[in-house]
């Protein structure tokens, strides 16, 4: 669907709809259909933390200490501010302002780099300290070992599928990238940034929802 | 009066029929097929596998089937049996029913009843196909890797302990997961953004309804299937401790999350049937429904209940008494708007002109099958009642009732109704009539007397069983064959009219849905010469 830059038109109407308006509606439509599928998706981890979390108050409040507070929240702060930007960037697209969609799109990449990176030290952090899922859990400081480690299961389990889904958002915004630089979007057609806008709320959201749930246990 | 129709020039349809190409014929060569974004076309393809499917996982039951004729080891031992039964169940569940009706009927016939020009997202759909065929090789490769012996249902702590490709055969379900979704979420777009001009909602065929409420729930429960098995996985791969009872789990959480979207599961595999259902009994009665926003409605109720019941197969696991009730109490409610639906269709008949052309056959099949498969699963709602019949072979018959009598009747009562667009040809209405007599006669014999083993406490997946049970054994497996070669007919009338058939008419049914008052046959590839209007509804017989 690249838009022809010739043409009256400047949205790229695909044949089987009638008008712009109504692949725009279609398009929006489907991809908040796929956003409640992603909710669900994480709903059962969501569960899953829940049952646990009631069954053993106590060894997830002695667990959750192992967590970096610190860094959990600068990741909030990060991924929080890099919604802002991809909101800007669909600001600026609508406004036609080409350079500024770049420099937006180019920063949430940037803070979803930088959210990787911290995470990827946590990581680490834990691997050092024998804090690991299942049959590779090494750590004998932990009150409980034996029932904590699901804790710590969890926290990988929830953290890796919403890394996964941060790098599939940085995926999707470098393609998104690429394509404003090749000046395939203008005022009128925007369409695929919204998508991506919309996909990298998401992730920010079950973020707001999976810090304080695994960090902030009191 | 049908659906009025702004400008067609539709005396001359027979003079476009022979000049313009339709889809089939539209473009030619394989990769034509292979990158099409034609719904009919991907809908075609989905039919093909879909069917390859159900034979080979056919096969399967016979096999099982056979090994159950003698009350001791005939063919096979116990593990392979295991391994078949989990074959059959895990092909048939994941590769042609819950597919089934919505990626194939539901492709070609739904875009058309809208007067749309195709899916809203049609690169979606032909993704959604290749995710199908890369889940159905990974299953495939599965199986030959080591057979699971699980049964479809993979309970823990069995599925986390046992050998087998249990990871493997997870991950192409999994996949095939993600083909539901798409396909789901590709329908409800379409129905909301795409109708004609004048199709308002309570202007719809039925079958969009019911489509409509499928792929609700195809969208709200598959993405927790997806976590359940990845959750699986994970625990046979690293130990996390979820299910495990030895690693601190809890295996009847595994039955809640399992079941939270295996029984949305079984409303998918019914509501497509029903709204096939909707349309063959009004067209073949030329009558018009009785009860439409009852029917629409009540596919609506049906997807949003389901959410809430999943609990009756658990009955026996150790969850509360108080759990039990509720879940008793709420199963005997979502059997209402299926109650509701067979009379609506009953009335319709009466008083109509009934004509017993080879869909009908299937319909009046579904009626009667669908009745007694619905009823028994309300006796199995009873708490007292299931302590007695969990596991036996009652729940076994009551599925396939409604699975196979309901589901799979409407199915082939659907793919005859809508052979003539996608093929262009008529069937011979003799062999029709002779399949569905014979599939009729093998399903009863096969799985009536199920109920009765079932009722004297023979129990599912059981390799060896009781010299009681020989002789009712024996009826099944003689129907068993009786049903497989019913099916085999089918397919050869069907493949036969492909190569021999009469050309069809344009609407042979004489229906008054766009599908089949607004294309020729077969279908067009742009399905309609001019945008369809719509100014009255769906089933205006006789007005």
């Known amino acids: ?218 | 009066m049908s659906h009025t129709i702004e400008s067609i020039e539709f005396e001359s349809s027979i003079e476009q029929e022979n000049a313009e190409p339709n889809y089939l014929t539209a473009s030619k060569g394989l990769k034509s097929w292979m990158f099409t974004l034609d719904h009919k076309r991907i809908g075609l393809m989905y039919l093909i596998s879909i069917f390859t499917f159900f034979f080979v996982a056919g096969i399967f039951a016979l096999l099982v089937r056979t090994e159950l004729w003698r009350p001791t080891k005939l063919l096979m031992e116990a593990k392979t049996y295991n391994q078949f039964f989990t074959l059959h169940g895990a092909i048939m569940v994941f590769l042609v029913i819950v597919p089934g009706i919505p990626a194939s009927l539901g492709n070609f016939a739904l875009p058309l009843q809208l007067g749309a020009k195709d899916v809203a997202f049609p690169r979606l759909n032909l993704t959604s196909y290749y995710i199908y065929v890369i889940g159905a090789f990974f299953a495939l490769f599965a199986i030959i890797n080591g057979a699971i012996d699980t049964g479809w249902t993979f309970y823990a702590p069995y599925s986390l302990n046992t050998g087998g490709s249990v990871i493997l055969m997870v991950t192409a379900v999994f996949i095939l997961g993600f083909s539901s979704i798409f396909t789901g979420l590709n329908f409800i777009v379409t129905v909301h953004k795409l109708r004609a001009p004048g199709m308002t909602w309570f202007r719809m065929p039925l079958f969009v309804w019911g489509m409509y409420a499928t792929s609700i729930i195809q969208v709200m429960a598959t993405p927790v299937l997806a976590i359940t098995l990845a959750l699986l996985a994970i625990e046979r791969g690293l130990g996390i401790g979820i299910f495990d009872p030895i690693l601190g789990g809890d295996p009847v959480l595994f039955q809640h999350f399992f079941w939270f979207y295996s029984h949305p599961a079984v409303y998918i595999m019914i509501l497509p049937g029903m709204a096939i259902i909707s349309e063959l009994i009004t067209t073949f009665s030329q009558k018009k429904i009785f009860g439409y926003r009852l029917i629409a409605f009540s596919s609506i109720a049906i997807a949003v209940i389901s959410f809430l019941v999943w609990g009756h197969h658990m009955f026996v696991s150790g969850q509360s008494e108080l759990a039990g009730m509720v879940f008793s109490a709420l199963t005997f409610l979502v059997a209402v708007p299926s109650g509701i639906k067979i009379f609506n269709w009953i009335s319709t008949m009466h008083k109509g002109s009934i004509s017993l052309k080879t869909p009908m056959l299937w319909a009046l099949s579904f009626l009667f099958l669908f009745s007694i498969g619905g009823l028994t699963g309300v006796f199995l709602a009873v708490l007292s009642i299931d302590v007695h019949l969990h596991d036996t072979y009652f729940v076994v018959a009551h599925f396939h009732y409604v699975m196979v009598g309901g589901t799979m009747m409407a199915f082939v009562g659907g793919i005859y109704y809508w052979w003539p667009k996608m093929t262009g040809k008529m069937y011979s209405e003799k062999w029709g009539a002779i399949a569905a007599i014979l599939v009729f006669l093998g399903f009863n014999l096969t799985f009536f007397v199920q109920f009765l083993m079932g009722s004297h406490g023979m129990p599912r997946r059981y390799y060896n069983y009781l010299e009681q049970f020989r002789t009712m054994h024996q009826f099944s497996t003689v129907g068993s064959y009786l049903l497989g070669f019913g099916f085999f007919l089918v397919l050869l009338n069907l493949l036969h009219s492909v190569a021999r058939g009469e050309r069809a008419p344009a609407n042979p049914w004489h229906a008054l849905t766009l599908d089949f008052t607004q294309t020729s046959s077969p279908v067009i590839e742009h399905n309609f010469h001019h945008q369809p209007t719509v100014h009255t509804g769906p089933y205006e017989y006789g007005e």
């Not at chain 1, 991924?79 to 080409?98: D, G, Y």
């Not at chain 1, 389990?157 to 203008?186: A, K, S």
């Open chain 1, 1 to 218: 669907m690249v838009a022809n830059q010739m043409s009256n038109s400047r949205f790229p109407l695909v044949s089987h709809f009638s008008s712009p308006h109504q692949q725009v509606e279609a398009s929006k439509l489907g991809m908040w259909l796929f956003l409640a599928t992603e909710i669900l998706l994480f709903g059962g981890l969501f569960v899953f933390y829940g049952v646990y979390h009631y069954l053993h108050p106590e060894l997830f409040k002695a667990a959750h200490r192992f967590l970096n507070v610190e860094l959990g929240a600068f990741n909030t702060v990060v991924l929080l501010f890099s919604s802002l930007t991809v909101a800007l960037a669909i600001h600026a697209i609508q406004q036609n302002k080409r350079k500024w969609v770049i420099i937006n799109l180019s920063l949430t990449i940037v803070c979803a780099c930088i959210f990787l990176v911290v995470k990827y030290f946590e990581y680490t952090h834990k691997f050092h300290q024998g804090l690991l899922p299942g049959y590779y859990f090494r750590n004998a400081t932990v009150p409980d070992p034996d029932q904590a480690q699901v804790f710590f299961s969890i926290y990988f389990m929830m953290t890796g599928l919403h890394g996964i889904h941060v790098v599939i958002g940085m995926i999707v915004l470098g393609w998104l990238l690429i394509r404003v630089i090749r000046g395939e979007f203008n005022s009128q057609y925007y369409v695929p940034i919204e998508l991506g806008g919309l996909y990298w709320h998401l992730v920010d959201v079950i973020w707001i929802f999976l810090f304080p749930l695994l960090y902030l246990i009191r």
